[in-house]
């Protein structure tokens, strides 16, 4: 048995969860799945799941959170976000091209950012 063919999902911890269902949904635009739990928030993304739990003890790591594949609308996506009021994160220590919190290079199209809490989202071209 392995784990190549199944469908795998995200899951964040949170230290508030009022203000990180105000950003999933609000900012982010996803939708809360219909079972409604006091500590849980559930959002369908594409074909997977992302879940957010509060957490007392969180902290936020270093690298993704979550990673999201966007194809072509990266720019897009990064635009909606900033008009928003999303601050997008800038590694150019990645030796990439950046212009307004895009990151280039070849084909690749990449923008991160964070949560509330501070958990890094990726969203790319791949």
């Known amino acids: 048995m392995s784990l190549k063919d199944k469908t795998s999902s995200a899951i964040v911890a949170v230290s508030d969860l009022a203000r990180a269902r105000a950003f999933y949904g609000g900012m982010l635009g996803l939708k809360e799945g219909d079972e409604a739990e006091p500590s849980v928030a559930s959002y369908r993304t594409g074909n997977t799941w992302l879940v957010v739990y509060q957490s007392e003890n969180v902290r936020p790591g ?25 601050s997008l994160e800038e590694y150019p220590e990645l030796g990439m091209e950046i212009e307004r919190g895009v990151h280039r290079s070849g084909d690749f199209r990449g923008i991160w950012f964070k949560d509330p809490t501070g958990n890094i989202l990726h969203v790319n071209s791949m």
């Open 62 to 86: 270093t690298g993704n959170a979550v990673a999201s594949s966007a194809g072509g609308d990266v720019e897009a996506i990064a635009d909606d976000l900033r008009a928003k009021g999303v």
